[in-house]
């Protein structure tokens, strides 16, 4: 069975400060996704990361794919408030993006 | 992105009813689209794919008979949750696939009294 495991679950942080959270999972797989959630609101798409070495950057966000490894993070950088939200992790071992096992989810805290 | 529509938003029940959950596909032709429950605070589970013209495809562990899929065309799936019990209520979540990437509803909040 697939896990998918994300660390931290729960992260506050304060603005301007950096922070990298990271997804492991439990079986070969070239695609990992990442998405945003906010509170009571569904997914938002902010990362396919389609290949080992995969690195994908946009404002203050940016994910990284290590299949040898199993591995992908996502880095924030200089966080603002407008980032809290629980980012998730999918991973999809089938290479046709329609069979995602979603990580466990970290909820990010912005501070002033 | 692709965008998704899903109906209602939120819907209370009793326990023994049926809840249809309408999810529609408004500017992409979907022939798969895909079932998502997620409890308060935990992660999306799967739960299954939605065929247009043919048969659903359960999860395991997920009983076909109370969650009925039905996509009857390219741009709408419904899920019905029949005989819905208490701890059926979830956030359910669907979304359709476009090119390598799905896109996600914004989800229907069902609770069941």
């Known amino acids: 069975e697939l896990k998918v495991e994300q660390n931290p679950l729960f992260l506050s942080m304060q603005e301007g400060k950096n922070y990298t959270i990271y997804c492991n999972y439990s079986?070969?797989?070239?695609?990992l996704y990442w998405y945003r959630q906010d509170p009571g609101k569904s997914l938002e798409s902010l990362f396919v990361l389609l290949s080992n070495g995969a690195v994908k950057q946009e404002g203050r966000l940016m994910a990284s794919l290590d299949t040898k490894a199993r591995l992908s993070t996502l880095h924030i950088t200089a966080a603002v408030h407008d980032l809290s939200a629980t980012y998730f992790c999918?991973?999809?071992?089938?290479?046709?993006?329609?069979?995602?096992?979603f990580g466990t989810g970290t909820r990010l805290q912005v501070t002033l | 992105g692709a965008v998704v529509s899903q109906h209602p938003s939120w819907v209370i029940c009793k326990s023994g009813t049926s809840v249809k959950i309408e999810c529609r596909s408004l500017?992409?032709?979907?022939?798969?689209m895909f079932w998502y429950r997620q409890f308060p605070k935990q992660s999306l589970m799967l739960m299954a794919t939605?065929?247009?013209?043919?048969?659903?495809?359960?999860e395991q562990g997920v009983e076909k008979d109370k969650f009925l899929i039905n996509h009857a065309s390219l741009t709408l799936s419904t899920l019905t949750v029949t005989s819905a019990h208490p701890e059926d209520s979830s956030f359910y979540i669907c979304s359709h696939l476009v090119l390598d990437t799905q896109y996600f509803g914004p989800g229907t909040r069902l609770t069941v009294l």
């Open positions: 939605s065929n247009e013209g043919s048969k659903a495809t359960y």
């Open positions: 079986t070969t797989s070239d695609r």
């Open positions: 999918a991973v999809d071992p089938t290479g046709t993006a329609s069979k995602l096992t």
């Open positions: 500017d992409f032709q979907a022939t798969t």
